[in-house]
């Protein structure tokens, strides 16, 4: 490891203590806060009368490679995967809570690069979200384990088992985009099988989106709130592939789902139809709404029918794309 | 590794979706619960309008060795030392969520295991709460993420700064028990540097005593609303030994804290009032009364005095001992 200044210590050179509070004295409060960190838990205002919770974490190797995500990356996506979940239910986040195990080599200033990386996403897609609690411990790999909490503001969480034949099917969100950018870097970034650092300034401005939503990816978290506000009757963060979580959303309502294939090729990125059904990450907004006056951000790309055979048709024909399952597909691109 | 039957898999043969599913069925509805796992998020009643979040992980190494706990053991305690954060607010856990990275070759029955220890450890410390959320995640080691939620049902919470001059301090739970059993671990039961399984039928009743407390720690949560109702002005979780813990309460309530020698001792398992004010893991309750009328199950062990130079004194006299940085304390013992 190269040498780096006295003023930025390994953290195993640190006490707990003392790498928590460079990391909270870089993050805001957040609005619900009642108690913030710093005591054996935090107290966060739910004025609704519940508490929407969900937990996602990334791991170094099956999730990340260090050679291409910085600090701010993984801190970023931490969130933003965790506040997808969230908003899928219709309800804004409120706080996040972050478990970090870090080699005692790492360095400081990639804690506190992923604490801003964090502290930017809550601030640009869930502005007075923010990390009232967590804790550190020392592992032989990085990882980064996000609890999300939300408040509904008095709507009722749109789950996925809702969606009825006669809904139009609908998605907010991009399709394909971190597929395309997780393709750039296994194929273009390494040497053998090391990953190397991505040389954005090779990529044309696509190949550089596709880059930059792999490893900060937006999701529209504005709208899952807005979706329960018009009546979705069902909706879920489409993480693993738009195939594979459509026919996770249809099993759970006991329906099958009819895409459009023009209406996937107009979305999917680069025009790339297996890629928007198959590949994952891009974390969109898949809902099921009971009329064709659509909120704004959501585009039509199927229909609710009767359930068949399968979960999920293209154009009425069965699809075929498994979907993104990063825990083999990942590993064995290792 | 051993062969196994064909009905105890490899986690990393089986998809994410399964090996949830199958913790799942082994673990009890929580009675705050108004969604449960299996959508993107859970939904939890917080009549009271708060909700009390915190998380705490262990990793394999650092907190644990797999020569030394079972699969059972780890889930018990990773609920137990998460549980108690949330009793020492003074608030009733309602929900865990778990998040799991695991080796690709761990088997089902592990984790499994581990589901079991995690329902066992609520139903019989924190009836009502239970497993509403997760992930599971590949791994090259084991590592087990849990944030605890908690609901104080109208009460205050009691954190660590209000503690004033006259006090009594009290503790409710043991002393210096589990690094008891954690120096028969080390002591007893390793070959050269390697762990290996602890002979349980080799030690005497109160050795066994130790050995369970370390493996699966049984802190008082009942007893953390309870000081809350009785007017406890401050409190907090023992995890990482009585005299920093006590250190921590005293600065940020900024006060001295004099434990009285006789009443440690009394309390200390085994007699070892070095052990009692160094060891951790414990995870009884340290609390400050403003009265001597103290609550069922706590005992009084030293005054709150005015903030003199140390944090914490021992009749009369500055506590040398650093307690226990898990941090370092272990990774030095590996």
């Known amino acids: 490891m190269a040498s780096a200044p006295n003023d930025d210590p390994h953290i195993g050179d640190l ?21 913030g960190p710093g005591d054996d838990a935090a107290v966060l205002a739910t004025p609704s009368g519940a508490v929407v919770a969900s937990a996602d974490t990334l791991v170094e190797g099956p999730d ?7 600090g701010y990356d993984l801190g970023w996506k931490a969130a933003a995967v965790n506040l997808s979940d969230i908003a899928a239910m ?30 930017e996403c809550c601030a640009q897609l869930a502005p007075g979200c923010s990390v009232v609690g967590g804790d550190l ?30 809904d139009i099917v609908a998605l907010a969100g991009e399709l394909g985009v971190a597929a395309a950018g997780l393709g750039l870097l296994f194929g273009r970034f390494r040497r053998g099988a090391v990953p190397v650092p991505a040389d954005r300034a090779s990529l044309d401005p696509l190949q550089q ?32 592939g738009l195939a594979l979580d459509a026919s ?20 999917a990125f680069g025009g790339d139809r297996g890629r928007a059904l198959g590949g994952g990450e891009d974390h969109g907004l898949l809902a099921a709404f009971p009329s064709s006056d659509l909120p704004a ?13 399968a979960p999920v048709l293209l154009d009425g024909d069965p699809v075929t794309e498994t979907g993104w399952d990063p825990y083999r597909d990942w590993d064995h691109a290792r």
């Open 248 to 267: 996770r959303l249809a099993d759970a309502s006991d329906v099958t789902i009819d895409f459009s294939g023009s209406a996937l090729d107009a979305l």
């Open 297 to 309: 951000g959501f585009t039509r790309i199927g229909t609710v029918i009767p359930r068949s055979g």
């Open 90 to 119: 219709g309800a804004v986040p409120t706080a996040l809570l972050v478990s970090l195990a870090v080699p005692a080599d790492t360095r400081l200033s990639f804690i506190e690069a992923m604490a801003d990386g964090i502290r």
């Open 137 to 166: 411990t020392v592992s032989e790999l990085l990882l980064i384990a996000v609890t999300a909490l939300g408040d509904l503001g008095g709507r009722v969480a749109v789950t996925r088992s809702g969606a009825r034949a006669g």
């Open 209 to 240: 989106r596709a880059l930059d939503r792999q490893l900060r990816p937006e999701p529209p978290l504005r709208l899952g709130p807005l979706a329960a506000d018009a009546g979705a009757t069902a909706m879920m963060d489409v993480s693993d």
């Open 64 to 70: 990340f490679r260090l050679a291409w995500s910085s």
């Open 15 to 35: 006490s707990e203590g003392a790498v928590l509070r460079a990391i909270l004295a870089r993050t805001a409060p957040a609005s619900h806060t009642l108690l």
